[in-house]
T-cell receptor
Framework: KQEVTQIPAALSVPEGENLVLNCSFT??????LQWFRQDPGKGLTSLLL?????REQTSGRLNASLDKSSGRSTLYIAASQPGDSATYLC?????????FGTGTRLKVLA | NAGVTQTPKFRILKIGQSMTLQCTQD?????MYWYRQDPGMGLKLIYY???????DKGEVPNGYNVSRSTTEDFPLRLELAAPSQTSVYFC??????????????FGPGTRLTVT
């Protein structure tokens, strides 16, 4: 059974710092790995999707990597801003289903 | 495209009442999902559907029922509401098919309180 873990659960950084969020999964037989952002009281917004055959994806200040052999994905945020404050969730895609981690709550201090 | 829409946005139920959470997508996606998110937690899959007329249980199906009579609609039914069902419910959809890369699109959620 796939289990997805995100560490740390919460993170507070000063504005301008580069930071890394971690996502681990136990079953490497995944189709893709997706990162989401969730603002308080809101739904999920897709940030990046990495296909199982890819190593990384980039969008603006965000870079996500995938290492299936070690069961890890990282989300790198460059030059963090207060507007990046949110909860970040990763989800692994198996046949038909996504399994979600519990998220990392990020606060970027001005 | 409106994407994935959910109604209602908020609802308060008394213990033992029933209700249906509505979900509609206009992207012609075959796959649809219902999740619940408890405070400070990730999303848990309740039910999913791979096409009209086909549904299956997820991780936490007890106390819920679903139907999928059309591609667009995937309602979630709570028959006898319990306080443990207080949560935020999200509906999502993806394009077909197993083996292809598919991105999940989410609705805005329904915040349900059972008292």
């Amino acid at each position: 059974k796939q289990e997805v873990t995100q560490i740390p659960a919460a993170l507070s950084v000063p504005e301008g710092e580069n930071l890394v969020l971690n996502c681990s999964f136990t079953d490497s037989a995944i189709y893709n790995l997706q990162w989401f952002r969730q603002d308080p009281g809101k739904g999920l917004t897709s940030l990046l999707l990495i296909q199982s055959s890819q190593r990384e994806q980039t969008s603006g200040r965000l870079n996500a990597s995938l290492d299936k052999s070690s069961g890890r994905s990282t989300l790198y945020i460059a030059a963090s801003q207060p507007g990046d404050s949110a909860t970040y969730l990763c989800a692994s895609a198996g046949t038909y289903k996504y399994i979600f981690g519990t998220g990392t709550r990020l606060k970027v201090l001005a | 495209n409106a994407g994935v829409t959910q109604t209602p946005k908020f609802r308060i139920l008394k213990i033992g009442q029933s209700m249906t959470l509505q979900c509609t997508q206009d992207m012609n996606h075959n796959y649809m999902y219902w999740y619940r998110q408890d405070p400070g937690m990730g999303l848990k899959l309740i039910y999913y559907s791979v096409g009209a007329g086909i549904t299956d249980k997820g991780e936490v199906p007890n106390g819920y029922n679903v139907s999928r009579s059309t591609t667009e609609d995937f309602p979630l039914r709570l028959e006898l509401a319990a306080p443990s069902q207080t949560s935020v419910y999200f509906c999502a959809s993806t394009p077909a098919a197993a083996g292809e890369t598919y991105e999940q699109y989410f609705g805005p959620g329904t915040r349900l309180t059972v008292t």
